[in-house]
């Protein structure tokens, strides 16, 4: 089975700064990648699908992209609101795998 | 308005079997495929399987096969999860979600049910 890992498990960063969160495959997916964003307490949220198709009414300030098989999650200027645990999710054979996820924090 | 909606709380003794609902509206139930996703406490999201409500056929991820029933009743546009032989390790929020998107790179799980909690206790 295709395994995704997700790194850094954690971060903490200030109001403004650039944040990136990878997530790698152990095999390729091609663009069969998704990303969302759960709050404490809340339903996940799907932000991007298609490894950089953002989904409609969800800030500009994220964005995704692929290089092979390392897929990025970066949110361009971190606002108070994002703090959440990020997970992407492959689909691409059948088996929607989550990574382990990415808990952001505010500095 | 497109949403899933889902049964309530749910208390199981271990070895007990559970059934958890999730009723679809705002859109056509037999197009979408239904996933089931669940997430134990302070632990990260774990995809369980879906189920294609307009043929019945499921796919399960390997950890549930042998555990997991997925079903569906067309007639009052809902899916359902059971799973048997509980343990504490099932405590957890279980999720359906709707699986939607044009193409094959372009599928996602949106929306989301608001979850239904689980305690497995003797």
């Known amino acids: 089975d295709i395994q995704m890992t997700q790194s850094p498990s954690s971060l903490s960063a200030s109001v403004g700064d650039r944040v990136t969160i990878t997530c790698r495959a152990s095999?390729?997916?091609?663009?069969?990648l998704a990303w969302y964003q759960q709050k404490q307490g809340k339903v996940p949220k799907l932000l991007i699908y298609a490894a950089s198709t953002l989904q409609s009414g969800v800030p500009s300030r994220f964005s995704g992209s692929a290089s092979g098989t390392d897929f990025t999650l970066t949110i361009s200027s971190l606002q108070p609101e994002d703090v959440a645990t990020y997970y992407c999710?492959?689909?691409?054979?059948?088996?929607?795998?989550f990574g382990q996820g990415t808990k952001v924090e505010i500095k | 308005q497109v949403q899933v909606v889902q049964s309530g709380t749910e208390v199981r003794k271990p070895g007990a079997s559970l059934k958890v609902s999730c009723k679809a509206s705002?859109?056509?139930?037999?197009?979408?495929?239904m996933h089931w996703v669940r997430q134990a406490p302070g632990q990260g999201l774990e995809w369980m399987g879906w189920?294609?409500?307009?043929?019945?056929?499921?796919n399960y991820a390997p950890k549930f096969q042998g555990r997991v029933t997925m079903t569906r009743d067309t007639s009052v546009s809902t899916a359902y999860m059971e799973l048997s032989r509980l343990t504490s390790g099932d405590t957890a929020v279980y999720y359906c979600?709707?699986?939607?998107?044009?193409?094959?790179?372009?599928?996602?799980?949106?929306?989301w049910g608001q979850g239904t909690l689980v305690t497995v206790s003797s």
């Open positions: 999710q492959k689909y691409n054979d059948g088996l929607w795998t």
């Open positions: 979600a709707r699986e939607t998107g044009s193409g094959s790179t372009t599928r996602r799980l949106d929306p």
């Open positions: 705002g859109f056509s139930f037999t197009g979408h495929y």
């Open positions: 095999q390729g997916i091609g663009d069969y």
């Open positions: 189920i294609n409500p307009k043929s019945g056929d499921t």
